[in-house]
């Protein structure tokens, strides 16, 4: 539940990588405030990427935290 919250709240630097069901990439987005979230449509998420509404249908995604990614 505090994780729910947070993430609804606060939102945290990622990037997301989007492929098609056959492993096609798609799309890359990368956001300082991404919150995600579950959605009423069957095999479908919604993301709010820097206050930019994303929906993603039937298709694969992966999610970085952006701190990871940097390099000392």
Same mark, same amino acid.
């Given at each position: =539940?505090?994780?729910?919250?947070? $993430?609804? /709240? @606060?939102?945290?630097? =990622?990037? %997301? *990588?989007?492929?098609?069901?056959?492993?096609?990439? *798609? &799309? /890359? +987005?990368?956001? $300082?405030?991404? @919150?995600? +979230? &579950?959605?009423?449509?069957?095999? @479908? /998420? &919604? +993301?709010?990427?820097?206050?930019? #509404?994303? +929906? %993603? #249908?039937?298709?694969? #995604? /992966? %999610? #970085?935290?952006?701190? !990871? !990614?940097?390099?000392?």
């Amino acid at each position: =539940m505090v994780s729910t919250v947070k $993430n609804l /709240t @606060s939102g945290q630097s =990622m990037l %997301i *990588l989007i492929r098609s069901q056959s492993g096609q990439p *798609l &799309a /890359t +987005f990368v956001g $300082n405030k991404v @919150s995600y +979230f &579950a959605t009423d449509i069957d095999k @479908s /998420t &919604a +993301f709010l990427i820097d206050g930019k #509404y994303l +929906f %993603i #249908y039937r298709c694969d #995604y /992966t %999610i #970085y935290d952006l701190s !990871l !990614l940097k390099q000392p």
